[in-house]
């Protein structure tokens, strides 16, 4: 079960904030493992063993996919706030 986690930061430290989360998917090394140790079940004609790292991959893929999600998300909605004030302080 996933829950969301609200807070709130200064506008200026969004771009800063986001660059964190994915530097933590960036330094995450579970997927690069995974694959070296599928190859390696299947060098061992190991298929269940195979089988069950894929799964276990393609749940990290999941996680992975909804933090990129949220990264979008939060982008989003930064650039919406920056330029609307761009057009605020042009038309004032």
């Known amino acids: 079960m996933r829950a969301q986690i ?3 930061i200064d506008v200026k430290d969004i ?12 330094e995450n090394n579970s997927i690069k493992n995974s694959f ?11 298929e269940t063993h195979a ?3 894929i799964d276990a ?3 990290e893929l ?6 990129l999600l949220d990264c979008s998300n939060i982008l ?9 004030e761009e057009v605020s ?3 004032g």
């Not at 070296?36 to 190991?46: G, I, M, S, Y």
């Not at 999941?62 to 933090?67: F, G, M, Q, S």
């Open 6 to 8: 609200s807070y709130s």
């Open 76 to 84: 989003t909605g930064y650039h919406e706030v920056t330029n609307k």
């Open 15 to 26: 771009p800063a904030e986001v660059k964190k989360l994915l530097l933590e998917l960036k």
């Open 57 to 59: 991959l393609r749940q």
């Open 51 to 53: 089988i069950k790292i």
């Open 62 to 67: 999941t996680k992975i996919d909804a933090r």
């Open 36 to 46: 070296a140790k599928t190859f390696e079940a299947l060098a061992n004609n190991d």
């Open 89 to 91: 302080n042009e038309e």
